[in-house]
């Protein structure tokens, strides 16, 4: 997949943008606060119709505008569409995709797929569990219509059963209600079990190799997923890539957890429970990981999470890598970039050109970015 063209119009600190991209490699260069994660956080929202950075639409209209817009001529294999997101401060987003307004904005998704890599990402392997669910769900939701749906149902019953379980232990409602709830929270959360069991196996097999080509041989990663059913020594179980089979135990969680759910008045079991282990040569990198094989494992998850995408979709997605590079030492720099560089659609910022090979700039398309506006080096 390729970004051809966008389009930006009051979007941040953009006030009227547009840009044509001709290189797979495309480097933004710029001092700090003038606009260059901005403009990643536009491309992303034409492929996410959201921001990776905030939830609130609302922060990305200019603060002395009404509306932003954002517009963007993709490729894919199969042809090229047009993608626009209209943001308004009063009233709703609209996205069109091929000038058609999309009534359920998850259907933007698979139109333009990314990933991102940004600062925040290097919490991955030591931050809050959250934090990895999230990665994963993004993930498999960019691919799979039947996850979307299940995930969006299963919040919403999670949502009620919550408020159902506080009514009990409230008094205002009857246990006898619960049952109907129970099987629902089940249907849809055994099912996204089920395909993060799946996408974690998968995950690691790539992750695996990357994370030796990036430690230059000596590691070898392997993302272990742990439901929320599992003890900690539990290794993966092909059981658990089976919706029947993880059915049966989160009804059985479900039932061993019952009086503490009504005590507490809120759901204990389900996939929100979730979480990810990072592991090196038996190790779990959360607790015992330098941070340099920290750092080499969130790279190699999101050089996995390419190969997925790609398995997936047919095509790679786009890649989105904010201020990142410097972050890393030069050898695992160049081993990234080696990685990326040429069959993928990469968008990189940064403060410094300098830490970048000259191979690397030759085949780049390099811009300036100073106060919103975007200049192309030596064109
Ligand atoms: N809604 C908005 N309207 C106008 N300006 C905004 C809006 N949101 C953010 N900005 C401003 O845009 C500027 C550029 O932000 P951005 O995050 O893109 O910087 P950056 O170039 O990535 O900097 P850094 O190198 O520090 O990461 C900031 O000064 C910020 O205050
Ligand atoms: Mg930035």
Do not use: C
Request: aromatic share 8%; glycine share 6%.
């Amino acid at each position: 997949m390729q970004v051809r063209r966008i389009e930006l119009f009051q979007f941040r600190n953009y006030q009227a943008l547009e840009l044509a991209f001709e290189r797979m490699l495309n480097i933004f260069v710029g001092e700090n606060a003038q606009g260059k994660t901005n403009l990643l956080e536009a491309v992303y929202l034409l492929a996410l119709g959201r921001s990776y950075r905030t939830t609130s639409d609302g922060d990305l209209i200019n603060w002395d505008a009404a509306f932003a817009r954002v517009r963007g001529e993709t490729e894919r294999e199969a042809g090229g569409t047009r993608i626009e997101v209209l943001l308004r401060r009063e009233g709703p987003k609209e996205i069109k995709v091929g000038g058609e307004n999309l009534r359920r904005h998850s259907d933007l998704l698979g139109n333009l797929n990314a990933v991102v890599f940004s600062p925040d990402d290097l919490q991955l392997v030591k931050g809050s569990p959250a934090l990895r669910r999230r990665f994963l769900d993004i993930e498999i939701a960019q691919v799979s219509p039947a996850y979307r749906h299940h995930f969006t149902r299963y919040q919403r019953v999670l949502r009620q059963r919550n408020n159902l379980l506080r009514a009990i232990s409230q008094g205002f409602a009857r246990r006898e209600a619960l049952p109907d709830w129970d099987e629902q929270l089940i249907a849809d959360g055994s099912r996204i079990i089920a395909k993060r069991a799946e996408t974690v196996r998968r995950l690691s097999r790539w992750s695996r190799e990357m994370q030796a080509r990036i430690s230059g041989g000596r590691e070898e990663l392997e993302l272990v997923y742990r439901p929320f059913f599992a003890a900690p020594s539990e290794m993966p179980q092909a059981e658990w890539e089976d919706p029947q089979a993880v059915a049966e135990r989160f009804r059985k969680e479900l039932e061993a957890l019952r009086r503490d759910e009504l005590a507490r008045g809120t759901t204990l079991a389900g996939p929100q429970r979730d979480d990810i282990a990072f592991i090196v040569a038996g190790v779990d990198l959360r607790y015992f990981g330098s941070q340099g094989q920290q750092r080499t494992a969130v790279l190699a998850t999101k050089l996995s999470e390419l190969e997925f995408i790609r398995d997936e979709a047919g095509e790679y997605p786009i890649l989105l890598l904010d201020d990142v590079m410097s972050e890393l030492d030069d050898t695992r720099r160049e081993r990234f970039l080696g990685t990326v560089s040429g069959r993928i659609n990469t968008f990189i910022t940064t403060t410094n050109v300098r830490s970048f090979p000259d191979e690397i700039l030759k085949e780049a398309s390099l811009y300036t970015i100073r106060a919103g506006t975007v200049t192309p080096v030596g064109a």
